[in-house]
């Protein structure tokens, strides 16, 4: 019987190499190891054996079947294994073909520019005002100490409407206007918005254009607050690494008026073409508020001081960004505009 | 203001600060200097020469051959192309070595044969700004006076051993429209004093009086009025140190008299005037209104028509001047005038602007009245002129200066608190730091109390009239950066946004993030544009400019769609035919027609879609936008605000779109509702002209939104029991309104219908051609149970027949 067994071992291992596919492997399962295989057929036979042989065959038997079961149980996993393999390879993509593109708009260059400056200062704790575009003469010159025949109003030719009414010409009117609103108490905001002057288009001008000013007032206001204001806006705008240079200048709304400098964007102070060599490009102007305005604005100047600072949108773009012409801002070529679709 | 260094060190004591470093520290104290011009660029080795023989060049008819003396052992053998080179004159020659302000190098040559050991120079080779030169020192070489030495040095010569700053001042700074106002500041910076000319007039026993008299009958325009008289002058070109000096400035020298006149207004900043004295009338001046219906023919040769607040210069008969603009040509100083009268006032500088303006007649005197001239300078400068006169043009200067005065005149003082100062700047200065500061000035300082000064401000600083003035001269003046950098004391401010401002964000964001450019164009446009889109103006008109820049650009905007529609033809026509854009922009808009109140601003948002929705690729099909496409962007704005189920679309064919593909959108209230925009394809004639595919357009008011926009969330439980689904195909007129039928079902199946869906639409063969089969999908729940068989086909047997009311059937 011993002999019987170790032969379909032999057997049942030579037959299991044979084998090709799955259905062959279950196949010669039944045929061995099933209830009415091989293997059971022989050990059918046991029970003519005498009770000390019995344990004996019985420990052959089961070392058969192991090895056949074992045997078997290898081939099974190479065959899923194969299986599982061909199936993933009849699957394979080409994954550099490019992706379904999500949509992804832009924000206006200028839009993204202005939130950036809202956001800086609304973390310095100012709100954000706005006010018409078409404006009174006095709102726009008159309360900023730039009476009718005032020979400043050479700087900047406006479009005007009727005598009284005009295309605002600098975003300082919503300063008036804040003040009026605030009625003596403290102001801090930021006026962004268009503004209009008559000048001919170029790759540097524009007839119409952005700007953001900026207005503090409250009781002891000093110009090393505005200093310690614009140091600290000019970091968060364009990195720690930023410095500033005050120069005085004059603005018929504020005294002392100051021009402010700041390190060049492009090469960080070493001197190149867009700073002419300086090191340094002149983004805005400032200055401490006029008495004539406060007191125009309902503010008494002896109890009150404040700073106010501008500058243009589009320039800090510019500079931002590295346009060479200003024009492209309202061309609104989507060649352009798809520029600005990040962060 | 062109400042000549060499011209301002007769003021001041400038050495050991190069201008270029000058021009620094007088930038840094507030005027602004861009360019500091070199007026050497090359003249070592060009000297004085003289033309010892000139004879033809034997090959070259258009050619000569100089011989010139420039000092040296030999005479240079020079051949000269020049039409005007003659023998017996001086002439700058440049000598072999020479590297000419071009760049061009002179060296030994052979001209057609002859040798050339140099060359003679034109102005313009020199590098002087030739166009300031009269016509004879323009054309060939320049002839220079016949008492120069040769062999010097032509850039010593013409002064050009020098440079010139270019201040750009700003307004207030009129002060340094003069050389002396310059050195007081130059002063100021580098602390150290200024040396004004000594001016001594000799004069002859006559007087001046004798000869003219004057008169101020206008006497709120003109406060000072003097004139002199000079007898027997010869006019005639000025000497080379005076033309240098204008040249340098960049000034035309004309004569010597009118040279004299404009270098002392650049001296002293006072404009002057000659008259010919000879063509005065009645020998008296009269400054007086202009009279209605006169006319005067400027020195330009102009005639002007004169009106009632133009200031005049006038004789016993007629005008003889624009006060402070320009003189008349009919008492012009010519070749054959013999007696001279000077002028030099103070006019009112609101009424020389005015003028000035109006006949476009702008000068360096009427720039220096309008920001108005220092009165303490008037008679100096009319003494400073009288004298070179003399000096320059011969003649003899009648005794005296016949002057007017209109009131009194007063030297301002103005108050200053050190402590104010301090507090102003966040400084630390000490009452030392800020008198010596304002001494630098030359302003005068009193101690009036501790702490407090009292300082007396010169005429020629106009703009210092309030204690904040000074303040910054003495923050300028101690240096901006040496002021410190500190933080705004008190209590800190929470910043913020408006809700009209968050919901512009909340917009731009949702736009942007589904796939949409924002854009932004011109307020300004074309008068026929507002007629294309007036959905959104109602009757208003547009507001229009009064002087227009052009026709293009001469109204303001009532709707932003046809900016949107130029984006767009902008983009097609560069082959971006995709374009999905937005603008959030103001429209103005004003009922009257003749403004008398500022328009009303309407923000709005405008959406534009043309072209396909992306941009195919192997797995992206080319599908072009559709009306859909817009309303789902306009249905997302609305119910990213909080407001979806308050709008109500209506076919109601606005103006400028497709009749078929458009429609208003109306914002319910809680008094009604109110019109939200409009949306469609706009019509196709438009399409046409714009030259564009299909496009899509809406305009919606933000205001109004703002208004009603409800950024509160409320979480709702999730369902805890099953819902039950309904799908049923519904068969109805083509020009039915399917919107309609979903209203009507929802109602029907009060609060248990939890959504609705449109999610199939046929037209076609299998249906009859005036109809279209719609499939709704409707879920039914209950929040509390299970919908029981019964329960369901009752409330769907309502939707159903509410269905049917409307004229639909359902398609079995």
Same mark, same amino acid.
């Given at each position: 019987?011993?002999?019987?067994?170790?032969?379909?071992?032999?057997?049942?291992?030579?037959?299991?190499?044979?084998?090709?596919?799955?259905?062959?492997?279950?196949?010669?399962?039944?045929?061995?190891?099933?209830?009415?295989?091989?293997?059971?057929?022989?050990?059918?036979?046991?029970?003519?054996?005498?009770?000390?042989?019995?344990?004996?065959?019985?420990?052959?038997?089961?070392?058969?079947?192991?090895?056949?079961?074992?045997?078997?149980?290898?081939?099974?996993?190479?065959?899923?294994?194969?299986?599982?393999?061909?199936?993933?390879?009849?699957?394979?993509?080409?994954?550099?073909?490019?992706?379904?593109?999500?949509?992804?708009?832009?924000?206006?260059?200028?839009?993204?520019?202005?939130?950036?400056?809202?956001?800086?200062?609304?973390?310095?704790?100012?709100?954000?005002?706005?006010?018409?575009?078409?404006?009174?003469?006095?709102?726009?010159?008159?309360?900023?100490?730039?009476?009718?025949?005032?020979?400043?109003?050479?700087?900047?030719?406006?479009?005007?409407?009727?005598?009284?009414?005009?295309?605002?010409?600098?975003?300082?009117?919503?300063?008036?206007?804040?003040?009026?609103?605030?009625?003596?108490?403290?102001?801090?905001?930021?006026?962004?918005?268009?503004?209009?002057?008559?000048?001919?288009?170029?790759?540097?001008?524009?007839?119409?254009?952005?700007?953001?000013?900026?207005?503090?007032?409250?009781?002891?206001?000093?110009?090393?607050?505005?200093?310690?204001?614009?140091?600290?806006?000019?970091?968060?705008?364009?990195?720690?690494?930023?410095?500033?240079?005050?120069?005085?200048?004059?603005?018929?709304?504020?005294?002392?008026?100051?021009?402010?400098?700041?390190?060049?964007?492009?090469?960080?102070?070493?001197?190149?073409?867009?700073?002419?060599?300086?090191?340094?490009?002149?983004?805005?102007?400032?200055?401490?508020?006029?008495?004539?305005?406060?007191?125009?604005?309902?503010?008494?100047?002896?109890?009150?001081?404040?700073?106010?600072?501008?500058?243009?949108?589009?320039?800090?773009?510019?500079?931002?960004?590295?346009?060479?012409?200003?024009?492209?801002?309202?061309?609104?070529?989507?060649?352009?505009?798809?520029?600005?679709?990040?962060? | 203001?062109?400042?000549?260094?060499?011209?301002?060190?007769?003021?001041?004591?400038?050495?050991?600060?190069?201008?270029?470093?000058?021009?620094?520290?007088?930038?840094?104290?507030?005027?602004?200097?861009?360019?500091?011009?070199?007026?050497?660029?090359?003249?070592?080795?060009?000297?004085?020469?003289?033309?010892?023989?000139?004879?033809?060049?034997?090959?070259?008819?258009?050619?000569?051959?100089?011989?010139?003396?420039?000092?040296?052992?030999?005479?240079?053998?020079?051949?000269?192309?020049?039409?005007?080179?003659?023998?017996?004159?001086?002439?700058?020659?440049?000598?072999?070595?020479?590297?000419?302000?071009?760049?061009?190098?002179?060296?030994?040559?052979?001209?057609?044969?002859?040798?050339?050991?140099?060359?003679?120079?034109?102005?313009?080779?020199?590098?002087?700004?030739?166009?300031?030169?009269?016509?004879?020192?323009?054309?060939?070489?320049?002839?220079?006076?016949?008492?120069?030495?040769?062999?010097?040095?032509?850039?010593?010569?013409?002064?050009?051993?020098?440079?010139?700053?270019?201040?750009?001042?700003?307004?207030?700074?009129?002060?340094?429209?003069?050389?002396?106002?310059?050195?007081?500041?130059?002063?100021?910076?580098?602390?150290?004093?200024?040396?004004?000319?000594?001016?001594?007039?000799?004069?002859?026993?006559?007087?001046?009086?004798?000869?003219?008299?004057?008169?101020?009958?206008?006497?709120?325009?003109?406060?000072?009025?003097?004139?002199?008289?000079?007898?027997?002058?010869?006019?005639?070109?000025?000497?080379?140190?005076?033309?240098?000096?204008?040249?340098?400035?960049?000034?035309?020298?004309?004569?010597?008299?009118?040279?004299?006149?404009?270098?002392?207004?650049?001296?002293?900043?006072?404009?002057?005037?000659?008259?010919?004295?000879?063509?005065?009338?009645?020998?008296?001046?009269?400054?007086?209104?202009?009279?209605?219906?006169?006319?005067?023919?400027?020195?330009?040769?102009?005639?002007?028509?004169?009106?009632?607040?133009?200031?005049?210069?006038?004789?016993?008969?007629?005008?003889?001047?624009?006060?402070?603009?320009?003189?008349?040509?009919?008492?012009?100083? $010519?070749? +054959?005038? @013999?007696?001279?009268? %000077? =002028?030099?006032?103070? !006019? #009112?500088?609101?009424? &020389?602007?005015?003028?000035?303006?109006?006949?476009?007649?702008?000068?360096?005197?009427?720039?220096?009245?309008?920001?108005?001239?220092?009165?303490?300078?008037?008679?100096?400068?009319?003494?400073?002129?009288?004298?070179?006169?003399?000096?320059?043009?011969?003649?003899?200067?009648?005794?005296?200066?016949?002057?007017?005065?209109?009131?009194?005149?007063?030297?301002?003082?103005?108050?200053?608190?050190?402590?104010?100062?301090?507090?102003?700047?966040?400084?630390?200065? $000490?009452? +030392?730091? @800020?008198?010596?500061? %304002? =001494?630098?000035?030359? !302003? #005068?300082?009193?101690? &009036?109390?501790?702490?407090?000064?009292?300082?007396?401000?010169?005429?020629?600083?106009?703009?210092?009239?309030?204690?904040?003035?000074?303040?910054?001269?003495?923050?300028?003046?101690?240096?901006?950066?040496?002021?410190?950098?500190?933080?705004?004391?008190?209590?800190?401010?929470?910043?913020?946004?408006?809700?009209?401002?968050?919901?512009?964000?909340?917009?731009?964001?949702?736009?942007?993030?589904?796939?949409?450019?924002?854009?932004?164009?011109?307020?300004?446009?074309?008068?026929?544009?507002?007629?294309?889109?007036?959905?959104?103006?109602?009757?208003?008109?547009?507001?229009?400019?009064?002087?227009?820049?052009?026709?293009?650009?001469?109204?303001?905007?009532?709707?932003?769609?046809?900016?949107?529609?130029?984006?767009?033809?902008?983009?097609?026509?560069?082959?971006?035919?995709?374009?999905?854009?937005?603008?959030?922009?103001?429209?103005?808009?004003?009922?009257?027609?003749?403004?008398?109140?500022?328009?009303?601003?309407?923000?709005?948002?405008?959406?534009?879609?043309?072209?396909?929705?992306?941009?195919?690729?192997?797995?992206?099909?080319?599908?072009?936008?559709?009306?859909?496409?817009?309303?789902?962007?306009?249905?997302?704005?609305?119910?990213?605000?909080?407001?979806?189920?308050?709008?109500?679309?209506?076919?109601?064919?606005?103006?400028?779109?497709?009749?078929?593909?458009?429609?208003?959108?109306?914002?319910?209230?809680?008094?009604?509702?109110?019109?939200?925009?409009?949306?469609?394809?706009?019509?196709?004639?438009?399409?046409?002209?714009?030259?564009?595919?299909?496009?899509?357009?809406?305009?919606?008011?933000?205001?109004?939104?703002?208004?009603?926009?409800?950024?509160?969330?409320?979480?709702?439980?999730?369902?805890?029991?099953?819902?039950?689904?309904?799908?049923?195909?519904?068969?109805?007129?083509?020009?039915?309104?399917?919107?309609?039928?979903?209203?009507?079902?929802?109602?029907?199946?009060?609060?248990?219908?939890?959504?609705?869906?449109?999610?199939?639409?046929?037209?076609?063969?299998?249906?009859?051609?005036?109809?279209?089969?719609?499939?709704?999908?409707?879920?039914?729940?209950?929040?509390?149970?299970?919908?029981?068989?019964?329960?369901?086909?009752?409330?769907?047997?309502?939707?159903?027949?509410?269905?049917?009311?409307?004229?639909?059937?359902?398609?079995?």
């Amino acid at each position: 019987m011993k002999e019987r067994l170790e032969a379909l071992r032999t057997e049942a291992l030579a037959m299991l190499e044979q084998v090709q596919d799955v259905q062959q492997l279950n196949d010669l399962r039944v045929k061995y190891l099933g209830k009415k295989g091989a293997l059971t057929e022989i050990l059918r036979g046991m029970g003519s054996l005498s009770a000390e042989e019995r344990p004996v065959i019985g420990q052959v038997a089961n070392v058969v079947r192991d090895s056949i079961e074992a045997r078997l149980q290898e081939l099974q996993e190479a065959f899923i294994r194969e299986e599982t393999e061909r199936k993933l390879q009849a699957e394979t993509i080409d994954v550099t073909l490019p992706g379904r593109p999500m949509a992804r708009g832009s924000v206006h260059p200028l839009s993204k520019v202005t939130q950036e400056l809202e956001d800086i200062f609304i973390g310095m704790g100012y709100q954000v005002a706005e006010g018409p575009e078409v404006e009174q003469d006095y709102y726009n010159f008159e309360a900023l100490n730039l009476p009718k025949d005032h020979p400043a109003r050479d700087m900047q030719d406006s479009f005007y409407i009727t005598e009284e009414l005009l295309m605002r010409t600098q975003t300082s009117p919503v300063q008036v206007r804040t003040m009026e609103l605030m009625n003596g108490k403290p102001v801090k905001v930021v006026c962004p918005g268009r503004v209009y002057r008559r000048d001919d288009d170029d790759a540097t001008h524009s007839f119409m254009f952005h700007q953001i000013e900026g207005l503090v007032i409250d009781r002891n206001i000093r110009m090393s607050d505005l200093k310690g204001t614009l140091l600290q806006f000019v970091k968060e705008m364009f990195g720690s690494h930023m410095q500033i240079r005050l120069r005085p200048s004059f603005f018929p709304f504020t005294e002392p008026s100051v021009e402010v400098d700041v390190t060049c964007v492009q090469c960080k102070g070493n001197g190149c073409r867009m700073c002419k060599q300086t090191g340094w490009l002149e983004i805005l102007g400032c200055g401490m508020v006029h008495p004539k305005v406060l007191e125009m604005g309902g503010y008494d100047p002896e109890q009150y001081s404040g700073f106010a600072f501008g500058m243009g949108i589009e320039r800090i773009a510019l500079l931002k960004y590295g346009i060479d012409d200003i024009r492209h801002f309202y061309t609104n070529d989507v060649r352009f505009l798809q520029q600005f679709d990040r962060m | 203001m062109n400042v000549s260094y060499q011209w301002l060190s007769q003021y001041i004591d400038v050495s050991g600060v190069s201008a270029d470093e000058l021009a620094e520290r007088i930038t840094r104290a507030g005027i602004e200097i861009d360019v500091v011009q070199n007026r050497n660029q090359g003249l070592d080795h060009i000297v004085v020469g003289y033309v010892v023989s000139r004879e033809k060049h034997p090959d070259a008819d258009k050619l000569n051959v100089c011989k010139v003396d420039v000092g040296a052992e030999e005479h240079l053998q020079i051949v000269c192309g020049a039409a005007n080179v003659d023998a017996g004159q001086h002439v700058p020659v440049a000598q072999i070595g020479a590297v000419m302000p071009g760049g061009m190098k002179i060296k030994r040559a052979k001209l057609r044969g002859v040798e050339s050991q140099g060359m003679i120079c034109s102005a313009k080779e020199l590098g002087l700004n030739d166009k300031l030169l009269p016509k004879h020192m323009q054309e060939g070489i320049l002839v220079l006076p016949s008492d120069l030495t040769i062999g010097t040095s032509i850039a010593d010569v013409l002064d050009l051993n020098d440079h010139v700053m270019e201040f750009d001042l700003t307004p207030n700074r009129s002060d340094c429209l003069s050389m002396i106002g310059a050195a007081y500041e130059v002063g100021a910076i580098l602390n150290r004093p200024v040396t004004l000319p000594t001016i001594s007039v000799e004069e002859i026993g006559e007087a001046a009086s004798e000869k003219i008299r004057v008169n101020i009958s206008a006497d709120h325009a003109c406060s000072l009025y003097t004139a002199r008289y000079v007898k027997g002058v010869k006019v005639g070109q000025s000497p080379l140190w005076l033309q240098n000096r204008l040249l340098a400035a960049g000034v035309r020298p004309i004569n010597n008299i009118v040279d004299v006149t404009n270098f002392v207004m650049l001296e002293y900043g006072q404009p002057l005037h000659a008259f010919d004295a000879a063509q005065i009338a009645g020998s008296s001046i009269d400054v007086r209104m202009a009279r209605e219906g006169e006319t005067l023919v400027t020195l330009d040769g102009q005639e002007r028509k004169l009106e009632p607040h133009m200031l005049v210069i006038a004789d016993a008969e007629k005008a003889i001047a624009l006060a402070g603009v320009m003189g008349g040509e009919n008492s012009e100083v $010519t070749e +054959a005038t @013999v007696d001279i009268v %000077l =002028e030099s006032a103070k !006019f #009112d500088g609101g009424i &020389v602007r005015k003028t000035s303006r109006q006949l476009g007649l702008r000068s360096e005197a009427s720039l220096r009245f309008e920001k108005s001239v220092n009165l303490e300078h008037v008679v100096p400068a009319i003494d400073r002129a009288a004298e070179l006169i003399r000096t320059i043009a011969g003649g003899a200067v009648a005794n005296g200066v016949v002057q007017q005065q209109v009131g009194a005149h007063e030297r301002k003082v103005v108050r200053l608190s050190l402590e104010k100062t301090n507090r102003m700047l966040g400084t630390s200065l $000490t009452a +030392a730091d @800020v008198q010596s500061i %304002l =001494e630098r000035l030359v !302003f #005068d300082v009193k101690t &009036v109390e501790e702490g407090v000064f009292e300082v007396t401000v010169p005429s020629r600083r106009g703009d210092i009239t309030l204690d904040v003035d000074l303040i910054e001269e003495v923050a300028r003046l101690f240096g901006y950066d040496n002021i410190p950098t500190t933080p705004i004391e008190g209590a800190t401010t929470p910043g913020s946004l408006t809700k009209s401002q968050r919901v512009r964000r909340a917009i731009r964001r949702l736009l942007t993030d589904g796939g949409l450019h924002e854009a932004l164009t011109y307020s300004f446009t074309h008068p026929e544009e507002t007629k294309l889109f007036p959905a959104l103006a109602g009757n208003a008109k547009p507001v229009a400019l009064a002087m227009p820049m052009s026709e293009d650009r001469s109204v303001l905007r009532t709707s932003l769609i046809p900016s949107l529609l130029d984006v767009a033809t902008h983009n097609r026509n560069r082959k971006q035919e995709d374009v999905h854009l937005f603008e959030m922009s103001s429209l103005y808009l004003t009922e009257e027609s003749e403004l008398t109140k500022q328009p009303e601003e309407k923000l709005v948002l405008a959406v534009l879609l043309t072209g396909n929705r992306q941009q195919a690729q192997w797995n992206v099909k080319p599908e072009a936008v559709d009306f859909f496409d817009l309303k789902g962007i306009v249905d997302s704005v609305v119910s990213y605000l909080g407001l979806s189920g308050r709008v109500r679309y209506e076919a109601n064919r606005p103006v400028g779109y497709h009749p078929g593909r458009s429609a208003s959108l109306y914002l319910k209230t809680n008094d009604g509702e109110q019109l939200l925009g409009t949306l469609g394809q706009i019509h196709p004639d438009l399409q046409r002209s714009k030259d564009l595919a299909d496009t899509f357009v809406a305009e919606l008011e933000i205001e109004a939104l703002v208004a009603q926009a409800d950024f509160t969330i409320e979480y709702k439980t999730l369902p805890r029991f099953p819902s039950v689904e309904r799908d049923l195909a519904i068969v109805m007129d083509r020009q039915a309104e399917m919107g309609r039928i979903l209203d009507q079902a929802a109602a029907a199946a009060e609060s248990w219908l939890e959504s609705i869906r449109v999610f199939d639409v046929y037209t076609g063969d299998r249906i009859a051609s005036d109809k279209k089969s719609v499939a709704i999908s409707l879920v039914y729940r209950h929040p509390e149970r299970t919908f029981t068989d019964e329960e369901i086909t009752e409330i769907h047997g309502r939707v159903i027949a509410a269905i049917e009311a409307e004229g639909a059937e359902l398609r079995k």
